[in-house]
């Protein structure tokens, strides 16, 4: 099994800034693409950024320029640094991996994390 555990989440005021992390554990045999979601109150989940093994990224048009997705393969852990925070990004941010993991031979698996609260108020 692949766990995840996100943490970096608080309350910040408008334009500050906030880095979230989350940490892979388990029986990783590779990864494939990490990424952030966002759950505001109310709404479904989206897309907010993504990252795949090769560094490529993605992001949502409403973070551009703002959320930077980054990682540290050593530690098996990947970051989001928010900044310039505006109130509708508040939300519970979740991290999501997809890879495979060693089993009897290597099985695929897409693993979230319990998610971070993010709350952006004066």
């Known amino acids: 099994q692949v766990q995840l555990m996100e943490s970096g989440g608080g309350l910040v005021q408008p334009g500050g800034s906030l880095r979230l992390s989350c940490a892979a554990s388990?029986?990783?045999?590779?990864?494939?693409?990490m990424h952030w979601y966002r759950q505001p109150p109310g709404k479904e989940r989206e897309l907010v950024a993504a990252m795949t093994i090769g560094g490529s990224t993605n992001y949502a048009d409403s973070v551009k320029g703002r959320f930077t997705i980054s990682r540290d393969n050593a530690k098996n852990t990947w970051y989001l640094q928010m900044n310039n925070l505006k109130p509708e990004d508040t939300a519970v941010y979740y991290c999501n991996v997809d890879g495979f993991r060693l089993g009897i031979g290597t099985i695929p698996f897409s693993s979230w994390g319990r998610g971070t609260q993010v709350t952006v108020s004066s």
């Open positions: 388990g029986s990783i045999f590779s990864i494939n693409t």
